[in-house]
């Protein structure tokens, strides 16, 4: 695959790991310049995701990514339906945001604590 980077350079090489924030780790790579006239080869590299312009993937992987998802509806599952179950996160179902609802109602707001001790 190639990764272009937001400074211009390219990386040219096999994806070994791609992680949720984009980080890229890439074997057998060949590094160009953003002027195009220097190339490194380079045993393996890292690219961090927030530097990263855009990605050219070739046409084989959404072809192999096109038959899993032909072979796993054939089995029944969707990608939806691997990791079924488990917490909905950390505070397991008090709400999204805020303190928890144990001061409603209390005169007490979110922040900065009873009206009484706040800069009049």
């Given at each position: 695959m190639l990764v272009e980077l937001k400074n211009g350079e390219t990386y040219n090489g096999h994806l070994v790991t791609c992680d949720s924030w984009m980080n890229i780790n890439l074997r057998e790579v060949i590094c160009t310049s953003?002027?195009?006239?220097?190339?490194?080869?380079?045993?393996?590299?890292?690219?961090?995701?927030?530097?990263?312009?855009?990605?050219?993937?070739?046409?084989?992987?959404?072809?192999?990514?096109?038959?899993?998802?032909?072979?796993?509806?054939?089995?029944?599952?969707?990608?939806?339906q691997k990791n079924r179950g488990g917490s909905r996160g950390a505070r397991q179902g008090f709400g999204g945001r805020?303190?928890?609802?144990?001061?409603?109602?209390?005169?007490?707001?979110?922040?900065?604590?009873?009206?009484?001790?706040?800069?009049?």
């Open positions: 953003k002027d195009g006239d220097r190339f490194w080869r380079l045993p393996e590299c890292y690219i961090r995701g927030s530097m990263i312009k855009y990605l050219r993937i070739p046409d084989e992987i959404f072809d192999m990514v096109k038959e899993d998802i032909v072979v796993n509806k054939a089995r029944g599952r969707t990608d939806n805020g303190g928890g609802g144990n001061n409603r109602g209390t005169g007490q707001q979110q922040r900065g604590g009873p009206k009484s001790f706040r800069g009049k």
